[in-house]
């Protein structure tokens, strides 16, 4: 058995362990010594492998073992963080969450939701329109910081309208002011996709977790 098919066999170690159905880095250990003691007994007494060939292959055993160790320790911790995630998104269930969107939730006649202003505004107000754009009314909000600001519109008027929507429109003198705007949803149930935590919510939309605003 020569020096190359140690090489070959040790590139195939290699390439195995980063494999997620690789085996335990015990059993490449244990194979490639059985190896290389083979090589041992059966090298050639007038060309024995040297001392930097020695230290080459078992350098290479070694880089084996670690990408395989790394592999284990890497799956067993991304199994930890997607059981912590499933914890912590169990307790939004119940809850009401912000996310970006304009649709106007409405509970007992009162329509509800939020947006970010990205800067100051001196004059602030808040559109509600149905499913044609038609505007049904107006929040005039006055004056407002930068931030986070939510708003309340009457919508006892407007049981039969369908889905509201609404637009903010903010200006600071004649400057107009951007914001996002953001439509509140109560979650129903979570779940983890992929190592990926969704929220399910009561208008019937999933969301990642990594989405949400803000939990109310």
């Known amino acids: 058995m020569d020096f ?14 980063s494999n997620k159905n690789a085996t335990t880095s015990e059993a490449s250990q244990d194979r490639f010594l059985k190896l290389l003691v083979a090589q041992l007994n059966n090298q050639d007494p007038m060309n024995p492998m040297d001392n930097a060939q020695m230290t080459s292959q078992l350098a290479q055993i070694n880089t084996v073992s670690g990408i395989q160790t790394l592999n284990d320790t ?3 911790m991304a199994s930890q963080i997607a059981a912590l995630q499933s914890l912590q998104g169990s307790t939004t269930i119940g809850h ?51 931030g986070r600001q939510s708003f309340t519109w009457d919508a006892s008027q407007y ?21 996002t705007a953001l439509e509140r949803n109560k979650v129903v149930s979570v779940s983890n996709d992929n190592n990926v935590l969704n929220l399910q919510l009561q208008n019937g939309e999933s969301v990642a977790y990594s989405a949400v605003k803000a939990i109310l």
Request: aromatic share 2%.
């Open 4 to 17: 190359n098919t140690i090489n070959a066999t040790s590139s195939s170690l290699t390439s195995a362990a």
């Open 74 to 76: 890497m799956t067993s």
């Open 96 to 146: 009401e969450v912000l996310t970006e969107g304009s649709t106007v939730s409405v509970t007992d006649g009162v329509g509800k939701g939020a947006f970010d202003l990205s800067g100051n505004a001196d004059t602030v107000k808040v559109e509600v329109r149905n499913a044609a754009g038609t505007v049904l009314g107006t929040v005039n909000m006055g004056a407002l910081e930068s």
């Open 159 to 179: 049981a039969n309208a369908g889905e509201l929507s609404f637009k903010v429109v903010a200006t600071n003198g004649s400057t107009v002011v951007t914001s």
